[in-house]
């Protein structure tokens, strides 16, 4: 197995995780988006990582405003007073597997505490890289 190097798009900043940000800020496609937070030196750190799967990515964050969907912001704010999110898209064709092993990059990478399900990458690759497109 070989090293996969994916090219990503990511979003240009992080965008407060409320209502009327999401028709705005929040992609239409599918894609990985995360919860985020920031300590008092504005240092990030991610709370929750995801791929939407067929779902578009504004309509996970919808859902975790709308309380449908583990972790909900309800629940994150009560924690964390500041709460934001942001994404991440694959550059070119991807596949559920791709968006698989991405995910778990992420996770690996971030290790975001709210992730309770183990994230596993597809076992295509012996590791995966994310790079900016």
Not at 16 to 32: E, F, Q, S, V, Y
């Amino acid at each position: 197995m070989s090293e996969k190097t994916f090219q990503i798009i990511e979003s240009e900043r992080c965008f407060r995780m409320k209502p009327d940000a999401l028709p705005n800020h929040a992609p239409a496609i599918p894609g990985i988006y995360e919860l985020v937070t920031f300590d008092e030196a504005q240092n990030a750190k991610v709370l929750y990582v995801a791929y939407s799967g067929k779902a578009s990515i504004a309509q996970c964050l919808q859902d975790h405003l709308a309380g449908t969907k583990q972790p909900t912001t309800q629940d994150l704010i009560t924690k964390h007073s500041n709460l934001y999110f942001d994404f991440v898209i694959l550059k070119g064709p991807a596949t559920s597997e791709d968006y698989q092993d991405a995910l778990w990059s992420l996770t690996q990478e971030h290790k975001p505490p709210y992730n309770t399900d183990a994230t596993v990458p597809s076992g295509r690759f012996a590791s995966v890289k994310l790079t900016p497109a």
